[in-house]
């Protein structure tokens, strides 16, 4: 079957080791040649000795036989052996290597490298000739140009072709005269094939001789009786004129068949120019009959010829092959001195020992040769194997080292899968001995051997044995290892996984320098280039940031090599982008990137065209543009922004995500421009004349001579390694439009000009399904504002803000405000981060003095008790109207041009820490601005934002106590303990203020005026406390309580939970009663002083603090129009000091909501649908909405509120006046005594029914019998018993009270005590029915629990003991 054509790498193997044939011809036949451009027949001969498909069936050398489809066969006019010395072989490599790098045509183009990415397609090909081209021609000519040596036989012609032509007068006697010269005498003597070489005989006949046309086949019979059939005729020239008519397209590829052949089998020997075009008298049939010519030659001749010299061989060395010689036998010649052995052991000349060609070891060497010749590998590996064996035991090394080259070889040309161990020692040993072993080192053979080991590798994929194969040869001849260093780069691109970019880059710089060394500029500037590609690709896979600071050190070398390089070549602009490469890398030695720097600029100094040259994009410094911040007239404080404003608590909003988007500014303000400049290196620079480069688009064409605007020029800014810098720009607009931030613009250390661009990305649209696939950005606007001359211009400045505060003390700071626009502003507006810090007054003029105004009205003729009605509606108290609004503190309608206005801004510090307080002032040209603002709309403002730092220290530790009062159930003692936690201050107590819409609360003991004790209990000294005790006590009678507040809470929460329609209504007013206590000499008014207006806002905003914790999932723009600012029940507590001596520091504490323990849980009333039921919810969302609604307000109450008693009861005794005895009717004596008992009703929502049973002291001990509970009556309730009635059913209304009388006897005077009762209580509705009973009638659609009031059924016992005296009595009364 006939075998497949080799592979081309395999192919090139087979042709570098084809048969040579001696070519001799007659001066006749030189003549002919030169006529078609050859210089002689073995030239005209030469491109039909490629590829010859012979198709025939030959016996290996075994005897079976095998199918040879094609055979290359190569042309020689000489055969000689030459001393091969390592100088002329590293001369011959050096020239040869820059020979094949002449080309320039390929040096630029990285085909596997396209902007720092691998080809991956590229990199998977087969071949990477492409890559290189020099190394193909380096190693095509390096193989073509081997010469024949003394240990093997490929080099030396297996035949001599003797060629005359058919005009010689003899021409049998010109062939026999050829076979006698002296070439023939040294083939015959000296090479491999000896006496037994072949002779092939050619008659030639030139078409040009016409006589001889007649007898030129009669002579080729001669020539054929003379020397038999190894003869042939071929006619040529049949073209006698060379300008003869033709087909041009015959003329061009019979011309084409010459030098393609030359250029393939030599491509680094110049071509010659011939004085006659290649082939120009031969026919398309002169072209047929010379390839048809070495074709039958070597079929009918050559082959068989060495077919039958393998037989010959292969019987005389078959005992040695067997083992039989070979060893053995040379060891007993060693040893009993045979000399007949040694005679054939020669010395070569090199020195190098070899065997004559008549022995038995040159003839292994011959059969193996001519085996692989004729490809048949298999028999060629045994044989080579049994000669190396041999060729080691004599020690002849280079013999050795061939076989070993040769056994790998076979190995590898074979189609079987070897693995490394099996091949890769032949290829070392053999390059190895040629290059130590041998007495004259075989730098060219070593070097053949490793081109073609490394072409066999490729062939199989190999590529990671590729590497190690190639780098054996030495490294002293820079050319050679320059190139060598190349291709083992390009093998590890190849490796089968993935491409090992870290060692290709390792070898690719390898090269560079080697190539460099050799003054081959152009491929060291390649290669450098490949692995600047290889390092971009490297650091965009690479997560380990320490490999990524190696690499980027190493990117660093590439770059600064190739600038050097590109500056020996004059190209300065490359030049220069590869030093400017190197200013962005931190992993640079200080030294070494001084270094960088000081040949970046002396490289611009050489190359700049003069003032007039382009500035240069640096990486140096830094610029993080996304950090850069646009600051409207940054003389002032604080941050100028524009802001959406509305009420309602939140902050002021940017009206884009993008901070900074839709700035303006007004013409002739500064604009400042910060810019955070880094310097990435590691040595200090200088950046001088820094300034920006902005692009303006006026708004209007008319004053086009007026200046767009002006740009100012930073100092010098010197910047240490690593060191970060902040560099202010400031710009004015002199025009209306819009200036855009471009770029900077620099003098890089006085000398190199750069420029720095600061374009950034805007916000990735995601609208169309353009922009979903492919990524589309907005405009950025970060570094753009407008220029609007009617756009506000409000200088505000904050004065005199107090670095730190003792708690509860009150100072003044003060906010100037300067209108600098061309047109009044209105709605100018505070917001107050923390509204209870900060009480805003009424601002005034410039040249009003109120320095010495204080945050309190002292005065005379404070009432005790003093009502105010007050609106009870949640305000936002984080907003503050100045001038221009409905609620505004000045009736002012707008601040007009020029004009300027101070507000007093009292500071107080409210809670002890550190706190950063935020205050925003906005203001707008828009005259429906304050109208807008009133009505809750977002209105878009001009905004200066202030952030300052408050310490606050503590000053008094103010705590209030609640106990029961023993007067009455609904009365209260309210305690208030003062403690001065400062070790060095005293201070005075002014007053204090209770605050209530039910209670007064009154001192326990009066106060006199002007005595000691009195001072005494005035001032609280260090380290001192004071307890201050009062009296709650209702105000009102039950008929004229306010319960506004709470019944507006239940029927706006339920309308917001089950109703479609959210409540609208505001809460009313309330009447709030003002307990005041002056302490001092003057008091406070507390009702109407601007001071009110500060607690109304301090209430409110710690309310909406509360309502925003307990009720998270109700929004607040709701909770105005749910819950009101004041409750009826709740207390709300002012202490006001100031300090004795030192500064006179005053202010004042206060609590919010105290508990006294009134029961008035109505919240969860709400979350009872009414009577007319829930609205009916379509969605489940909205349902489940509802119910987590409900759930929460009624865990967090349950879970919070603590046991409520909506009853009370109170005992009185009165002791009678009669007898016991009398009353009694018994001589024993008795004591008779009266007792009053009052059921209280605390709640203000339901009315109860109770039933009341008095216990005696028997009937409790009977009661507690069943649970085994034993207790001790003997003393204060022993020896008493309740009379006459002990059972009650009443009911008792809404915060009033009921009194029962009964009687009680006891056996002896003394103390007793009769809290012995048991309450049952049911709460009813207004019209009478059980309210428990109602509530369970009603269905909730949702399907949640009933809620209710905590104490709608109760049973309640006595909490403490009432004690009676029971007075002795004389009998006689």
């Known amino acids: 079957m006939p075998r497949p054509s080799l592979p081309q790498k395999r192919d090139f193997v087979a042709k570098a080791f084809c048969p040579r044939i001696l070519v001799l011809s007659t001066p006749t036949i030189a003549d002919a040649c030169a006529v078609n451009g050859c210089a002689g027949f073995a030239d005209l001969l030469a491109p039909f000795g490629q590829d010859i498909s012979t198709q025939i069936t030959i016996q290996d050398g075994q005897g079976a036989p095998y199918f040879l489809d094609k055979l290359t066969v190569r042309f020689t006019t ?117 006496v037994s070489v072949l002779f092939y005989y050619l008659l030639v006949h030139d078409g040009r001789d016409v006589g001889a046309m007649q007898t030129i086949d009669q002579t080729f019979e001669q020539v054929r009786r003379t020397f038999g059939q190894n003869s042939a005729l071929v006619k040529i020239n049949s073209l006698t004129d060379s300008a003869e008519s033709g ?47 070495v074709k039958q030659m070597m079929v009918r001749s050559v082959v068989p010829h060495m077919q039958y010299m393998i037989r010959v061989l292969s019987d005389q060395t078959a005992n040695q092959r067997r083992g039989i010689t070979g060893r053995l036998f040379s060891a007993g010649r060693r040893y009993f001195g045979a000399a007949g052995k040694t005679s054939s052991i020669l010395t070569g000349v090199d020195g190098d020992v070899y065997f004559g060609y008549d022995s038995p070891e040159a003839q292994l060497r011959k059969l193996a040769d001519y085996s692989f010749m004729l490809k048949d590998f298999r028999f060629a590996q045994a044989v080579y194997q049994v000669a190396r064996r041999d060729f080691q035991t004599e020690r002849a090394w280079k013999c050795y080292a061939g076989a070993q080259e040769m056994v790998g070889i076979c190995k590898l040309m074979q189609e079987i899968q070897a693995t490394r161990a099996e091949f890769d020692s032949n290829f070392d040993d053999a390059v190895a001995m040629y290059l ?36 054996r040869l030495p490294a002293s001849l820079s050319a050679l290892h320059a190139m060598i260093s190349e291709q083992a780069a390009y093998a590890y691109l190849k490796t089968p996984l993935r491409p090992q970019l870290r060692k290709f880059s390792f070898y690719a710089m390898v090269a560079s320098r080697e190539y460099q060394k050799a003054g081959i500029g152009e491929l060291a500037h390649r290669c450098l280039r490949m692995v600047r590609l290889s390092l971009g690709a490297r650091l965009s896979i690479s997560s380990d940031k320490n490999s990524s600071g190696s690499w980027l050190a190493i990117e660093s070398h590439v770059n600064h090599e190739l600038g050097l390089q590109c500056m020996t070549a004059q190209n300065y602009d490359q030049a220069l982008e590869h030093f400017m490469a190197l200013m962005g890398s931190d992993q640079i030695p200080p030294k070494l990137q001084a270094k960088y720097l000081q040949e970046l600029l002396q490289l611009y100094l050489e190359g700049s065209t003069g003032a007039d ?39 002021p909003s940017s009206q884009s995500g993008t901070a900074g988007s839709g700035a303006c500014c007004s013409v002739g303000e500064n604009v400042a421009v910060l810019l955070m400049v880094k310097n990435p290196l590691t040595v200090g620079i200088t950046l001088s004349q820094f300034t920006l480069d902005c692009e303006f688009e006026a708004a209007d064409t008319d004053s086009k001579s007026q200046p767009e605007f002006t740009v100012s020029t930073a100092d010098t800014v010197v910047l240490e390694g690593g060191q970060t810098s902040m560099v202010t720009v400031t710009l004015t607009p002199q025009r209306a439009g819009s200036l855009t931030i471009k770029g900077a613009s620099y003098l890089l250390c006085d000398i190199l000009p750069a420029y720095k661009p600061l374009v950034l990305p805007g916000k990735r649209l995601n609208d169309t399904l353009e922009q979903r696939v492919t990524a589309v950005y907005a405009p950025e606007t970060h570094l753009r504002f407008r220029v609007d001359p009617g756009w506000p211009r409000l200088e505000a400045m904050l004065e005199e803000f107090p670095d730190s505060l003792m708690s509860g003390s009150m100072q003044r700071a003060q906010l100037r405000l300067i209108n600098r626009g061309t047109l009044p502003c209105h709605a100018i507006t505070l917001w107050l981060s923390h509204p209870s810090f900060f009480d805003v007054t009424r601002p005034h003029n410039d040249s009003d003095d109120d320095s010495g105004q204080s945050a309190y009205s002292y005065t005379d003729g404070i009432s005790a008790t003093e009502e105010a009605e007050v609106a009870n509606v949640l305000q936002d108290s984080s907003m503050v109207v100045v001038l221009g609004g409905a609620s505004a503190l000045d009736s002012a309608e707008c601040l007009e041009s020029g004009d300027s206005v101070c507000v007093p801004v009292w500071v107080r510090g409210d809670r002890v820490g550190a706190h950063a307080l935020s205050m925003f002032v906005g203001a707008s040209t828009a005259q429906t601005a304050p109208s807008q603002l009133d009505a809750a709309k977002a209105v878009a403002m001009r905004s200066r934002r202030f952030d300052v730092d408050l310490v606050v220290t503590p000053s008094l530790r103010v705590n209030a106590f609640v106990r029961p009062s023993m007067r009455s159930p609904h009365e209260r003692i309210v305690g208030i303990e003062v403690e001065n936690v400062q070790a060095d201050l005293s201070v005075e107590l002014v007053q204090t203020t209770f605050t209530s819409g039910y209670y007064e609360l009154v001192p326990l003991q009066a106060r006199r005026a002007n005595t000691a004790s009195e001072t005494h209990e005035l001032k609280v000294g260090p380290r001192q406390t004071v307890n201050l005790m009062f009296r709650a006590r209702p105000l009102r009678a039950a008929g004229e309580l306010q319960t506004a507040p709470e019944q507006f809470t239940v029927d706006a929460l339920q309308q917001y939970i089950f109703s479609k329609n959210k409540p609208t209504v505001l809460p009313r007013p309330i009447t709030l009663i003002y307990s005041n206590a002056v302490l001092g000499a003057q008091g406070i008014d507390c009702v109407h002083s601007p001071l009110q207006a500060y607690i109304l806002r301090s209430q409110a905003h710690r309310r909406c603090s509360l309502l925003r914790t ?66 009916r919810a379509w969605l489940t969302d909205t349902v489940n909405e509802r119910d987590a609604l409900i759930r929460s307000i009624a865990n967090r109450f349950q879970s919070s509120r603590r046991h409520e008693r ?79 009635t002990t059972h009650y059913e009443l009911t008792v209304p809404p915060m009033d009270s009921v ?26 509705d207004p019209n009478g029915s059980s309210a428990d009973s109602e509530t369970k009638a009603t269905i909730v659609p949702s399907g949640h629990p009933k809620y209710g009031p905590q104490c709608v059924v109760c049973r309640l016992h006595p909490l403490h003991p009432t004690l009676v005296n029971i007075k002795p009595f004389s009998m006689n009364e």
């Open 613 to 651: 040259a382009a500035p240069v994009q640096l990486s140096v410094p830094s610029i993080d543009a996304q950090k850069a911040r646009v600051i409207m007239s940054p003389e002032l404080e604080g941050t100028d922004e524009v802001l959406l404003w509305k009420r309602g608590g939140a902050a």
């Open 1299 to 1324: 009194q029962l009388h009964a009687r009680l006897a006891c056996c002896a005077p003394g103390m007793i005590d009769i809290a012995l009762w048991e309450l049952y209580a049911k709460a009813l």
């Open 247 to 293: 087909d041009t397209s015959d003329r061009s590829k019979i011309a084409g068949i010459w030098s393609s052949s030359q250029a393939a089998m030599q491509p680094l020997v110049p071509v010659p120019q011939p004085a006659t075009e290649y082939g120009g008298m031969l026919s398309m049939r002169d072209v047929a009959a010379l390839r048809d010519a």
């Open 1110 to 1175: 307990a009720f998270p999932l109700i929004p607040e723009e709701h909770q105005p129009r749910l819950f009101p600012l004041y409750e009826t029940f709740g207390i709300d507590f002012v202490l006001f000091w100031r300090e004795i001596g030192g500064s006179m520091r005053a202010g004042h504490h206060s609590i919010s909501g105290i508990d006294l323990g009134v029961p008035h849980d109505y919240i969860t009333a709400a979350l009872n649908p009414p009577a007319a039921g829930a609205a």
């Open 1206 to 1284: 909506p009853l009370d009861v109170a005992m009185h005794c009165v002791q009678t006046a009669e007898s016991a005895a009398k009353l009694a009717k018994t001589p024993n004596t008795f004591y008779i005594a009266d007792v009053t008992i009052t059921v209280y009703n605390h709640s203000w929502r339901h009315k109860y029914a109770f039933k009341l049973d008095l216990l005696s002291p028997s009937q409790l001990k009977q009661r507690l019998s069943a649970t085994d509970v034993e207790l001790d009556f003997s003393g204060a309730r022993s020896g008493w018993k309740w009379l006459d």
């Open 436 to 471: 130590h072993k041998t007495q004259t080192p075989c730098l060219h053979l070593a070097v053949r051997c490793t081109i073609i080991y490394y072409e066999l590798l490729k062939h199989h994929r190999l590529y990671a044995f590729a590497p190690p194969a190639l780098l």
């Open 78 to 194: 000489d055969y000689k052996i030459e001393k091969h010395s390592q100088q002329q072989s590293r001369a011959d490599i050096d020239e040869l290597v820059h020979k094949s790098a002449a080309d320039e045509s390929e040096q630029q183009r990285i085909p596997f490298l396209s902007d720092g990415v691998v080809d991956a397609d590229v990199v998977k090909s087969d071949d990477i000739a492409a890559w290189a081209p020099w190394y193909i021609q380096f190693r095509q000519q390096w193989v073509a140009s081997m010469q024949a040596t003394e240990h093997e036989s490929f080099m030396h012609p297996v035949a001599c072709l003797l060629v005359a032509s058919g005009s010689e007068e003899d021409p049998i006697g010109a062939l026999r005269r050829l076979q006698q010269q002296a070439v023939v005498q040294r083939v015959q003597s000296q090479s491999f094939s000896g």
